[in-house]
């Protein structure tokens, strides 16, 4: 898969960080696998608040480079799962144009993600309330396999 993607290093097993570079000068990027429920990660990333020096997911960065940031974070995700073969990567976008950036992703990526993973899509059953804290516990709905043209609203990923 040719990507355009920035160098990283791995902080720890489970965090890596790179350098976004752009109009806006260097920024400092953090990517983080969280768990959430038994084998399954979160993936979470953003810039690094040099201030709380935690992740900010939600800030707009402006700084021209998104495609190598979404490239980056994606090369990430599979050298996790390679180094964790028996994980499944969850993510969804801190809001829904996020969520359709990285599902253009995988669609524009999908019949070489196709060969290796298996990806899920979950769609929400926006008819259900449930204001548990975090989403992957309110939402309701289902998973289902990939399917280029549906909207979804988070994503599963793993090896075949």
Known sequence: MKLEKYL???????????????SRGVIVMIVIFTPIDGNVYNLGFG??????????DSVELRNGDTDEILGTVA???????????????YATGSCPKRTRKYQMGINKYYSYLAASYTIQ???????IQDN??????RWRGEWQTFQPGINY???????N
């Open 8 to 22: 990283y290093k791995r902080l720890d097993p489970f965090a890596y960080q790179f350098y976004s570079r752009g």
């Open 47 to 56: 810039a690094l608040n040099k201030e709380t020096n935690e992740i900010d």
């Open 75 to 89: 090369q990430i995700a599979l050298d996790f799962l390679s180094d964790h073969p028996s994980t499944s990567i």
């Open 121 to 127: 899509g979950f769609l929400v059953d926006k008819t």
């Open 132 to 137: 548990s804290a975090r989403p992957f516990d």
């Open 153 to 159: 609203d988070a994503f599963l990923l793993s090896r």
